[in-house]
């Protein structure tokens, strides 16, 4: 069936590296995506959302980057603080009932000093 | 403002107990939304409401059941609780843009 899903469920990034974190969809008829930050204890937090006529999309220091051709969506974070340890979701709507988003496993972000 | 506020925190219940987990937000928001999260697994939708008055079920409504009375709260009610619904539960509201999650409620069924 249609899924979401994060290539890689943990990433480890230096202190002031740029992090990448990429996610695939396979459902052909999302039309709106977004990305979720996830601290330990605490409820998922808007990051970042991107619509499906669009390919890429900055917010302060994440960028969204959309390939349709692959179903592929990426989030990448500047310079990478500790504060941005936490667990990533991306999620897609599939255009209908809009709030009945697929999420993602998540991808564990660990930031090293 | 508090945004959403989920009821309990934690809970451990045992197999066959009843609770209901209470949801409030303070946004004016028209939807709500339950979720369960589990190890290994994207967050998965289990109920959710259009506005006040109404309700809709999500990917995994066995089991639960709730209740919208007043638009600013959202309740979900478990039953007779069972081992499997053992899960981090997650509530959240929804504006224009984004869903608006709660802290979660850890609910343990022995």
């Given at each position: 069936g249609e899924s979401v899903g994060l290539?890689?469920?943990?990433?480890?990034?230096?202190?002031?590296?740029?992090?990448?974190?990429?996610?695939?969809?396979?459902?052909?008829?999302?039309?709106?995506?977004?990305?979720?930050?996830q601290e330990s204890g605490k409820g998922p937090q808007f990051i970042i959302d991107i619509r499906s006529n669009m390919d890429k999309r900055q917010g302060q220091r994440v960028t969204v980057l959309l390939n349709k051709t692959v179903k592929h969506l990426s989030l990448q974070i500047a310079a990478t603080q500790p504060g941005d340890s936490a667990v990533y979701f991306c999620a897609e709507n599939h255009g209908?009932?809009?709030?009945?988003?697929?999420?993602?496993?998540?991808?564990?972000v660990v930031v090293t000093p | 403002n508090a945004g959403v506020t989920q009821t309990p925190k934690f809970r451990v219940l045992k197999t066959g107990q009843s609770m209901t987990l209470?949801?409030?937000?303070?946004?004016?928001?028209?939807?709500?939304?339950?979720?369960?999260?589990?190890?290994?697994?994207?967050?998965?939708?289990?109920?959710?409401?259009?506005?006040?008055?109404?309700?809709?079920?999500?990917?995994?409504?066995?089991?639960?059941?709730?209740?919208?009375?007043?638009?600013?709260?959202?309740?979900?009610?478990?039953?007779?609780?069972?081992?499997?619904?053992?899960?981090?539960?997650?509530?959240?509201?929804r504006d224009d843009w984004a869903l608006h999650f709660g802290n979660g409620t850890r609910l343990t069924v022995t």
């Open positions: 290539h890689l469920p943990t990433l480890s990034v230096q202190e002031g590296d740029n992090s990448i974190i990429n996610c695939a969809y396979s459902n052909s008829a999302s039309d709106y995506f977004i990305w979720y930050k209908l009932a809009w709030g009945k988003l697929q999420f993602g496993a998540g991808t564990q | 209470l949801c409030a937000q303070d946004m004016n928001h028209e939807y709500m939304y339950w979720y369960r999260q589990d190890p290994g697994m994207g967050l998965r939708l289990i109920h959710y409401s259009v506005g006040e008055g109404t309700t809709a079920k999500g990917e995994v409504p066995d089991g639960y059941n709730v209740s919208r009375l007043k638009k600013q709260n959202f309740l979900l009610g478990l039953e007779s609780a069972a081992p499997s619904q053992t899960s981090v539960y997650f509530c959240a509201s």
